[in-house]
């Protein structure tokens, strides 16, 4: 397998990409092993786990990434006899990623972890870059911690069981990952979207190679957020108040943000309306969606809540050009009058 690796003061991270679940086995090196998963990855993988080794198995989709749920997940362990030495992998997609890594990073005051990321979303973003959080009261990871798990383990082979669904909200983040610093990964996607049934003109394991490869650069420059890394953030400020508000996937909401930053980028003066059509015809080839019906009122308030707000500025990721972007801070007043043309 390929790998990448990160490192810096949040600890030492390597991704393997192209693996196999049946890799799991070369990390475990005899400590004592717990394995946290979802009902629908056991459901479809569980032979393929490392053998003699406890599971946790949690319900499928956000409601497992919640406090309640890491303070069950703390008293399992327990029971376990998990100690300073143990191993805890999470298997799933982004949930299971970030709650497995919020409860080794909690557990004991730290014990080690990794991943095994079977979902596009865990693969390219989620499992990468030592981000660990929960959600409180709906609001998206408001409570967590940046600590780098030991290994990622990229499972190319559990993308085949995936509904269409999925593959689609997973498109969200690779192709925000070349609008934001790959052009050239961006260009492939471009050209595969024109077709009626894109994934089959699209390979998976290289494209979600590349995106993985964009996120682990930008983790290595700024690991704690404080510059290059907020360019990741594309589309994720309104996105995350989209999915809030209308309980819906991460990469839609996600796909809605995109297209509002590119037409403020459009009224800022960055991009043209060029630019624009390349990423609502690529976004809409995938099958995501564009738009949602909700206020800049509605939008503002989910908005305020968000992790992402520092004093009385929003810090709004816009884009320069197709594989460039760039940050600019919006008071609430301006951000919601962008919003209001964006929103149209």
């Known amino acids: ?171 969200a983040e690779v192709i925000k990952c070349g609008l934001i610093a790959d052009i050239e990964l961006f260009n492939i996607l471009a050209d595969a979207a024109k077709n009626e049934n894109p994934f089959k003109h699209t390979d998976l394991a290289l494209v979600c190679g590349m995106a993985a490869k964009v996120k682990v650069d930008v983790v290595n420059i700024d690991v704690f957020e404080k510059g290059v890394r907020r360019h990741l953030n594309l589309g994720h400020t309104l996105g995350h108040a989209i999915e809030k508000l209308k309980k819906i996937p991460h990469g839609f909401g996600v796909s809605a943000g995109i297209i509002a930053a590119a037409k403020i980028s459009i009224k800022e003066g960055l991009i043209s309306k060029d630019v624009l059509k390349v990423i609502t015809e690529t976004l809409g080839g995938y099958g995501l969606p564009l738009s949602y019906n909700i206020t800049a009122a509605d939008a503002m308030d989910a908005i305020l809540k968000d992790k992402k707000r520092k004093a009385d500025k929003i810090n709004l990721v816009l884009l320069e050009n197709i594989g460039k972007a760039t940050v600019k801070p919006f008071g609430f007043t301006e951000l919601e009058n962008a919003l209001v043309e964006a929103l149209k």
């Open 1 to 171: 397998m390929n790998s990448l690796n990160i490192s810096g003061e949040a600890g030492s991270s390597e991704i393997f990409l192209n693996g196999k679940l049946d890799d799991l086995n070369r990390f475990i090196k005899n400590r004592k092993t717990c394995i946290i998963t979802d009902e629908n990855v056991h459901h479809f993988y569980k032979d393929q786990f490392p053998s003699d080794i406890p599971i946790i198995v949690v319900p499928a989709g956000e409601n497992s990434k919640t406090i309640e749920s890491a303070g069950s997940i703390h008293r399992k362990l327990v029971e376990l006899e998990m100690d300073r030495g143990s191993l805890l992998i999470g298997i799933g997609g982004g949930v299971i990623t970030d709650l497995t890594g919020f409860v080794a990073s909690t557990f004991l005051r730290g014990i080690a972890f990794g991943f095994a990321a079977t979902t596009i979303l865990a693969q390219v973003d989620a499992a990468i870059g030592g981000k660990n959080g929960v959600n409180l009261d709906g609001y998206k990871n408001l409570v967590g911690i940046i600590r780098q798990p030991e290994f990622v383990l990229i499972a190319a082979d559990t993308l085949s069981t995936l509904p269409r669904e999925e593959l689609v909200n997973g498109m």
